[in-house]
């Protein structure tokens, strides 16, 4: 896909060493390391500014591992725009894609692994300016905010927060517009950190929030985590419910109502994802759709075939000849 932000260029390399350097500048220092298939880096790195937030573009072209430790000094909104990422913040996993963003906090140790094809919108924020919002609520904790390191990009509040940046990147590839006045630049600022802290659980006091929404949220997005750790496991609304605390009916109630579906439902969508992984991979004349469904739990390929198709908007075999 098209890169996004190209009137900022910041990097385009291929070599390992300028890339980690850069990167590292632009962000914080991390160990950066190839993965074992052959090819070529090709980074791209493009970046813009809103007030004390960066827009960020970045891609590898190669699979990578980055190892940053703690962030410190800010949070970090990763937005797969293509591709997938595996995203480990504290003891939680995200499988990120299109679907699920990342949020690591500035406080838990950070280990990411980026798909060859993974280009991300990242969002920079400091972490003096989440915390100086946060605390303009009465009772806030002085502690620093931790969000849920799962963003459903499909929330509508995720969405309407989408916009803002989405907005900031448009404004950006202005030569001049609203956001180059320091002022409007300063606002808009802060509408997208108070934005991030209506739109995403985290540890302040939100008042706009009742209390069951934000118990709600965290149930579900708990459940999600454990769905996307582990979708090999023959998982169920029972087991489920039980490993977040809440009855089925309950947790059953909460998928329903906050995503329009079942557990079982995002289960089949996070078995499809990793089936289409391993499509994409494969070799024609090594591997059948057959062996990859089944790897999976899809025993029916004709169902198989038709959800596949629903998801991707193309046929398995499809995927496997590419």
């Not at 809440?246 to 906050?258: H, I, M, S, W």
Request: proline share 7%; hydrophobic share 40%.
């Amino acid at each position: 896909m098209t890169a996004l932000l190209r009137r900022h260029p910041v990097l385009a390399t291929a070599d390992l060493d300028e890339a980690r350097s850069s990167v590292g500048q632009s962000f914080c220092p991390h160990r950066l390391t190839v993965g074992p298939r052959r090819g070529a880096l090709s980074v791209v790195h493009n970046a813009a500014s809103v007030g004390g937030i960066g827009i960020n573009y970045l891609r590898y072209g190669q699979d990578v591992r980055i190892t940053p430790g703690t962030f410190d000094s800010f949070y970090l909104v990763q937005i797969p725009l293509n591709g997938t990422a595996r995203v480990k913040v504290g003891d939680t996993v995200v499988q990120s894609d299109r679907r699920f963003a990342s949020l690591p906090s500035p406080t838990l140790p950070v280990d990411m692994e980026w798909s060859a094809d993974c280009e991300q919108l990242l969002v920079h924020i400091p972490r003096d300016a989440v915390q100086s919002a946060a605390e303009t609520h009465p009772g806030a904790p002085s502690d620093p905010v931790v969000f849920h390191p799962l963003v459903d990009m499909n929330s509508p509040a995720m969405s309407s927060w989408m916009r803002i940046v989405h907005l900031a990147c448009d404004e950006a590839e202005r030569e001049t517009g609203v956001l180059s006045s320091p002022l409007a630049a300063s606002h808009f600022e802060q509408v997208i950190v108070a934005g991030l802290l209506a739109a995403q659980p985290n540890t302040s006091v939100q008042p706009s929030q009742p209390a069951r929404t934000a118990v709600t949220s965290r149930t579900v997005r708990c459940a999600l985590d454990l769905i996307h750790e582990q979708p090999e496991y023959p998982w169920r609304v029972t087991e489920l419910a039980t490993r977040v605390g809440v009855g089925p009916r309950t947790l059953q109630a909460a998928f329903q109502r906050e995503r329009g579906t079942t557990p079982l439902e995002e289960l089949r969508r996070a078995r499809l994802a990793r089936a289409h992984a391993d499509l994409v991979d494969a070799r024609p004349d090594g591997t059948s759709v057959t062996e990859v469904a089944t790897r999976w739990g899809f025993f029916h390929l004709g169902r198989f075939s038709q959800f596949y198709r629903a998801e991707f908007g193309l046929s398995p075999s499809q995927t496997l000849a590419s």
